[in-house]
């Protein structure tokens, strides 16, 4: 029961900061779900979460998705998700999710100090599918990335985690179909799946009632700190 518990409050948590910032969903729930489970459990278990939390999304924005963006940026996403899928039954799982937060934790400060920023364009959105259809695959933790991608569109806040999360929803959808061909798609993982994603979704609503009145600049800052905050304690969790 206990455990149940936390686990409901970390999926509403991560709905909260997803539904306000695009991502960092995975990065609250990975922590907690291997806790109890182990790695191998808490990725698909996230996948399935994420999934129902990235549906809600998309009927919340569904107005303001930019489609033919999320065309583009799944023209690599799809097909090195499920590359990126095969990839997590071999792979070193907790070098490969230190590795990443840090990585993570140096494009995000480079971003606040205005050093550093991707520029828009048809190849930023091509490449960065590609990065974050592997990274999805392998540690279900696309969102920094395909967050920071969907950002150089300079679109509002609700266009921007709508569209986003529209990109998410395919490769969520190929990372189960490839997790289920490797048989770590069990009963347990679904159910406790989508009572995560359930809490997910209630932290969507309430954030997304919130963020329409928030200006872009500040906003962009608000997720490059998340961004930060969350690669730090998931390196510590892992």
């Not at 997803?18 to 779900?33: E, K, Q, R």
């Not at 039954?89 to 606040?112: G, W």
């Not at 990065?131 to 540690?139: C, E, H, P």
Request: net charge positive.
């Amino acid at each position: 029961m206990l455990e149940t518990t936390i686990l409901i409050v970390a999926g509403l948590a991560a709905g909260l900061l997803s539904g306000t910032v695009g991502f960092g969903g995975s990065m609250i729930l990975l922590p907690a779900i291997t806790s109890f489970y182990g790695i191998e459990v808490a990725v698909p278990m996230a996948t399935v979460a994420q999934l129902l939390s990235n549906i809600f999304r998309v009927g919340a924005g569904f107005r303001s998705i930019r489609w033919r963006k999320v065309g583009f940026f799944l023209i690599l996403a799809a097909p090195l998700t499920a590359v990126g899928s095969y990839g997590f039954v071999i792979v070193p799982k907790e070098l490969m999710t230190r590795i990443l937060c840090v990585l993570l934790c140096i494009f995000a400060l480079l971003d606040i100090s205005e050093k550093f920023r991707l520029p828009r364009s048809r190849w930023t959105m091509l490449a960065g599918g590609g990065i974050s259809g592997i990274i999805n695959g392998l540690l279900c933790l696309s969102g920094p990335v395909s967050s920071a991608v969907f950002l150089t569109l300079g679109l509002s806040p609700v266009a921007y985690i709508a569209s986003e999360a529209a990109a998410a929803v395919v490769m969520h959808i190929i990372q189960m179909l490839m997790y289920g061909e490797f048989g770590l798609m069990g009963m347990q993982v679904i159910v406790e799946g989508l009572y995560l994603g359930v809490a997910m979704v209630i932290g969507n609503y309430i954030a997304m009632k919130r963020i329409q009145s928030i200006k872009r600049s500040i906003y962009r800052r608000i997720v490059a700190a998340v961004m930060v905050i969350c690669s730090v304690w998931l390196f510590l969790s892992v």
